[in-house]
């Protein structure tokens, strides 16, 4: 009977972090949409999250975060692409960055446990907005087009499928081991996941400028509009 009520955590996860989610979702959408198009935003992008990845996966105990799902030198080979390959020569880790890192500094000093609620909700993140990201920017015919800058999406071994269904039964069968108490932590801490993304996403660089290149793309294309139909009357 334990084992049917308890098998459904992660479901329990992804339900009580359903609105934030919403609310991360949106702002992510918003901040990123224009890295489909600009690789500068697509690498401040990875640069904010390496050192979040990079930190959970020194510090979690591998039966939270298995191998396979590493992605610390895969960030890494995708910055050495994008930023060249001196690119940590002069690299400052972000204020917004900073404090998640010593968040999850003191998460891990009250519990390593809980460190699997930025694991489950991180990397599936990574498996399945991630993947959405990616593939529509290889639809985009100024990137490389030859998969180059985009290990971090790309797990070998695994398909995409298999890893979320992994990372799925993972959190359901730690948490036959969880007391009420540890599962309200979790969850408490499963919020807060989407509160810190939001606060290293809102620091990525390079959007304005973005924003202001596609303006003028806009603007180039009304004003040959204009001429056209001034001179074809």
């Known amino acids: 009977m334990a084992n049917t009520k308890e098998e459904g955590f992660s479901k329990r996860l992804r339900k009580e972090t359903r609105d934030v989610h919403k609310v991360s979702d949106a ?33 979690t105990p591998e039966d939270l975060l298995p191998k396979e799902f590493h992605r610390t030198q895969a960030f890494e080979r995708d910055l050495s692409f994008y930023l060249g390959e001196n690119w940590k020569r002069n690299y400052e880790i972000r204020n917004s960055v900073t404090m998640y890192l010593k968040h999850l500094y003191d998460v891990k000093k009250r519990s390593p446990t809980l460190l699997l609620a930025y694991v489950y909700h991180l990397y599936m993140g990574l498996l399945s907005g ?4 990616q593939k529509k920017r290889s639809l985009n015919p100024l990137n490389s087009g030859n998969n180059e800058g985009e290990a971090v999406t790309h797990f070998e071994g695994h398909s995409i499928a298999e890893l979320k269904t992994i990372m799925r039964n993972l959190v359901d069968t730690k948490a036959l081991e969880f ?7 979790l969850i408490a801490e499963s919020k807060m996941v989407f509160f810190l993304n939001n606060e290293i996403v809102r620091s990525v660089r390079g959007v304005n400028r973005a924003n202001l290149r596609k303006f003028g793309i806009v603007l180039i294309i009304v004003i040959a509009i204009f001429y056209f139909l001034r001179f074809n009357k």
Do not use: C, P
Request: aromatic share 14%.
């Open 27 to 59: 702002l992510i959408n918003a901040k990123l949409a224009f890295a489909l198009s600009d690789n500068d935003v697509w690498a401040d992008g990875l640069l904010v999250f390496y050192e979040i990845f990079r930190y959970l996966e020194e510090n």
């Open 130 to 133: 991630g993947q959405i990201l």
């Open 179 to 185: 007391d009420d108490s540890m599962k309200t932590l």
